[in-house]
């Protein structure tokens, strides 16, 4: 039996700088690259588009899409992947994929977040859905298989804690 697949998932808010540090940690590890606002249906994006939030009801599918991307991906390494993965349960459905699933929450402060979402030209999310994320985010559990990675410094600096948490696993 070979070594099993461990898939990074980027997690926190939107603006935290999941996407940033995953296109970089991928290109580091040779891994499968993947963006989970790529998996949301249209009426998903349409929603939030409409400053509408979403439902749970509305993220199992897209969460179930990126599982089933995580499995047919799955090698000998793994894969990386940003994800909200705003609550518990939407990271148990994530757990679900085939190899180990670890979780690395990106954390910026708040008004740096804000900062962001309004420079953002090409998003589909507006800021003002930051708050009903805020609200719903439940932190990583003492049990949950993850780190927090503060986002503070440069790219750099933050790429770097993320490779000596991952030389760990």
């Known amino acids: 039996m070979g070594p099993v697949p461990v898939h990074l998932v980027l ?3 939107s603006g935290s700088g999941k996407t940033v ?3 970089r940690l991928a290109a580091h590890l040779g891994r499968p690259y993947a ?5 949301h249906p249209a009426a998903n994006i349409a929603k939030m588009s409409a400053g509408i939030p979403l439902t749970d009801e509305d993220r199992w599918p897209w969460l179930e899409s ?3 991307w995580m499995d047919q991906e799955a090698n000998a390494a793994g894969t990386v992947s940003t994800c909200s993965a705003l609550k518990r349960t939407y990271r148990d459905l994530l757990r679900g994929a085939a190899g180990r699933v670890v979780f690395l929450h990106v954390l910026a402060e708040p008004a740096v977040i804000t900062e962001r979402m309004e420079a953002r ?4 999310m507006p800021a003002s859905l930051l708050p009903s994320q805020m609200a719903a985010f439940e932190v990583l559990a003492e049990d949950e298989d993850g780190w927090v990675l503060e986002n503070s410094g440069s790219v750099d600096e933050l790429v770097e804690r993320a490779l000596a948490v991952v030389a760990g696993l």
């Open 66 to 68: 990126m599982r089933g």
């Open 121 to 124: 030209t090409d998003h589909f």
């Open 35 to 39: 963006e989970a606002d790529e998996f």
């Open 21 to 23: 540090l995953a296109e």
């Open 11 to 13: 997690m926190g808010i």
